[in-house]
């Protein structure tokens, strides 16, 4: 089975060996690399159910991706690691290889290793690999007071798709597919580093929890306008707020630079601590003050 | 949780950036770096009731920090993805990251960063990333006819302390400690290099099995003595032919190559395809020939 998953995925200029061996490696140009890796496991992170096999490999794949671009990094290389029955068809762990391959195809990453286990429930561990291209990453730690706070990419829609899923209310299939295959707008990290960002990261658990991160590393607080929140027909601003897995881009930028409109400005950074929306203070799940 | 976890980690110079970002940034002085990634699951790959939640850590660690050093790579970075029900102590993940650091530690690798979800099952996913070291890497494709194979390391212990666990059969403490927590002897890689390794692995599955893999790396056969495997008292002739997990390495090398103690010769690497015994064909699980 690894030899007809490996078999489809084609090896890009930076790899020097590719799977097969004890480890794989790849070249750094830069002389350093970024890293990162998340796990997903059936029915907490995905159901078989509501995604295909297919789309589960794109979703794993793009959130990892979106995690090195948002280092202000290009992606490179993927390990994955997957764990499932002996009963699960190999037709599946097929179109999961296939959904994971044409995700890299995008930012021209290859899948270069990994490792095939049982497991009860299928696991998917995914492990993205960039190169920074001698720039400095853009991390966390440098929003400054002054700053803007913009985001670039959909807000809410997987959450609404999720909501549609679950049968609690009927919404439009585009959120539904948003919900089973993320399209992070992988072009944010380069523009970013353009236009000069202070801080960047991808938002995975939801705008205003993700800020939180930003608000932390740089010692700031960053006030939101709900007015400004950009929300695309069909989803509420609860949503938008803080729905996850959409992995939009949030970043900080120096004031004095002009934003492209692709960049959604959506508040400020400011003295203090913590996110605030309106000028109040977010509590998890305590949503029912934003009307709009 | 995943604080207290990574304020447990030091960071070593190859380190840029350490848990906490989107990416971790790990430099690779070499200008690129290996990869390899193992996923262990609960059950299948431990069981809480054979194994403390450290040495699952040290163990863990240890399988991918082996197949860094089997690529004639120095181990820099670890990745580490964690799953379990949230019944699981703190206390357990605490242990298991101990046991992690503490195999890092041997070899100067530094915890950069991971992902922490719920799973039914407790799950530990690995990325270890190596540098070169300017070197080529040491692959499974150099095994040429002439070269002898040697190998360095325990073979059958961990196999002999899973037969004890199992309740099949009394064995000697220090087989089921092996079995626990492997040892592979990491310096193996730099001596490989040093030796003239033409091919390296790291026994994971087995002496004759992974044997196999240079085999068909390099279009070779190759042919074992039995009577030159060696055998620590205690461990059956089978279960060091066959016994995976204690990661020790297996090389080929040029004859006139003279090799310290450490290395045993158990065979030559010979026109052909395949893994012999004596002359004979090995089959999976067919060992009761094997009478010593």
């Given at each position: 089975m690894i030899a007809r998953l490996t078999g489809r995925f084609p090896q890009g200029p930076l790899v020097e060996l590719g799977p097969g061996d004890d480890a794989a490696v790849v070249r750094a140009p830069d002389g350093r690399y970024a890293a990162t890796m998340d796990l997903l496991v059936e029915g907490r992170h995905f159901r078989t159910d509501w995604s295909s096999a297919y789309d589960v490999g794109r979703k794993a794949a793009a959130q990892n991706l979106a995690d090195v671009v948002a280092m202000g990094a290009r992606p490179t290389a993927l390990l994955v690691g997957f764990g499932a029955p002996?009963?699960?068809?190999v037709a599946w762990a097929e179109a999961l290889g296939d959904g994971l391959r044409d995700e890299c195809a995008l930012v021209g990453a290859s899948i270069v290793g990994g490792d095939t286990v049982g497991a009860e429930a299928i696991t998917v561990a995914v492990t993205a690999l960039g190169d920074l291209g001698g720039r400095p990453p853009l991390t966390r730690t440098g929003a400054r007071p002054g700053d803007v706070v913009a985001v670039r990419g959909r807000l809410g829609w997987a959450a609404t798709g999720l909501a549609g899923l679950s049968g609690a209310v009927e919404v439009p299939e585009r959120f539904v597919a948003a919900h089973r295959r993320p399209e992070p707008p992988y072009a944010a990290g380069e523009e970013a580093r353009a236009l000069g960002a202070t801080a960047l990261l991808d938002v995975s658990d939801g705008l205003v929890q993700d800020l939180g991160h930003l608000a932390r590393g740089g010692g700031v607080g960053i006030a939101l306008a709900s007015a400004l929140v950009p929300l695309d027909e069909g989803v509420a601003l609860r949503d938008a707020l803080t729905g996850g897995e959409d992995h939009a881009f949030a970043g900080t930028f120096p004031a004095d630079r002009p934003l492209p409109p692709e960049w959604r400005v959506v508040g400020e950074v400011v003295e203090g601590a913590g996110v605030t929306v309106d000028g109040g203070r977010v509590e998890r799940g305590g949503w029912d003050h934003f009307g709009r």
């Amino acid at each position: 089975m690894i030899a007809r998953l490996t078999g489809r995925f084609p090896q890009g200029p930076l790899v020097e060996l590719g799977p097969g061996d004890d480890a794989a490696v790849v070249r750094a140009p830069d002389g350093r690399y970024a890293a990162t890796m998340d796990l997903l496991v059936e029915g907490r992170h995905f159901r078989t159910d509501w995604s295909s096999a297919y789309d589960v490999g794109r979703k794993a794949a793009a959130q990892n991706l979106a995690d090195v671009v948002a280092m202000g990094a290009r992606p490179t290389a993927l390990l994955v690691g997957f764990g499932a029955p002996p009963s699960l068809e190999v037709a599946w762990a097929e179109a999961l290889g296939d959904g994971l391959r044409d995700e890299c195809a995008l930012v021209g990453a290859s899948i270069v290793g990994g490792d095939t286990v049982g497991a009860e429930a299928i696991t998917v561990a995914v492990t993205a690999l960039g190169d920074l291209g001698g720039r400095p990453p853009l991390t966390r730690t440098g929003a400054r007071p002054g700053d803007v706070v913009a985001v670039r990419g959909r807000l809410g829609w997987a959450a609404t798709g999720l909501a549609g899923l679950s049968g609690a209310v009927e919404v439009p299939e585009r959120f539904v597919a948003a919900h089973r295959r993320p399209e992070p707008p992988y072009a944010a990290g380069e523009e970013a580093r353009a236009l000069g960002a202070t801080a960047l990261l991808d938002v995975s658990d939801g705008l205003v929890q993700d800020l939180g991160h930003l608000a932390r590393g740089g010692g700031v607080g960053i006030a939101l306008a709900s007015a400004l929140v950009p929300l695309d027909e069909g989803v509420a601003l609860r949503d938008a707020l803080t729905g996850g897995e959409d992995h939009a881009f949030a970043g900080t930028f120096p004031a004095d630079r002009p934003l492209p409109p692709e960049w959604r400005v959506v508040g400020e950074v400011v003295e203090g601590a913590g996110v605030t929306v309106d000028g109040g203070r977010v509590e998890r799940g305590g949503w029912d003050h934003f009307g709009r």
